[in-house]
């Protein structure tokens, strides 16, 4: 009787339990990947927010006050304020910050210049 139950025992642990544990490890491991992933592209996306965020204020602050006090805010003076403000994300937002955004995204240029958009209308409403 006490073989039989052994063998049983045995039976059950080889062919159901040593694969469901590998099968669970596997899933785990992939798990801690895809989050460990996750949360380095959430940390990049958020720096190179933080630096469109940075660079508009800073346009703002330096050549689009200025021109709004002297009354030359033109059109052409607010395509300009933009192309700086994008040129100056552009160098604050390092290469893997850029490839995190594409891969989140697809195109990294569209992108930016929503955020930047998106960065000059919370900043004119506030």
Do not use: H, R
Not at 52 to 77: C, D, H, P, R
């Amino acid at each position: 009787m006490n073989d039989l139950l052994f063998n049983v025992i045995s039976v059950v642990v080889s062919s159901v339990l040593i694969p469901l544990i590998t099968y669970l490890g596997l899933k785990l491991s992939t798990y801690l990947k895809t989050k460990t992933k996750n949360e380095k592209l959430q940390k990049l996306l958020e720096s190179a927010i933080d630096s469109v965020s940075l660079a508009v204020a800073s346009i703002m602050q330096t050549y689009v006050k200025g021109l709004k006090a002297s009354g030359n805010f033109t059109k052409e003076a607010q395509i300009e304020a933009f192309n700086k403000a994008k040129e100056k994300a552009l160098q604050l937002i390092n290469e893997e910050g850029k490839n995190a955004i594409k891969t989140l995204y697809g195109d990294f240029n569209e992108w930016l210049e929503a955020q930047i958009e998106a960065k000059v209308q919370e900043l004119k409403k506030g």
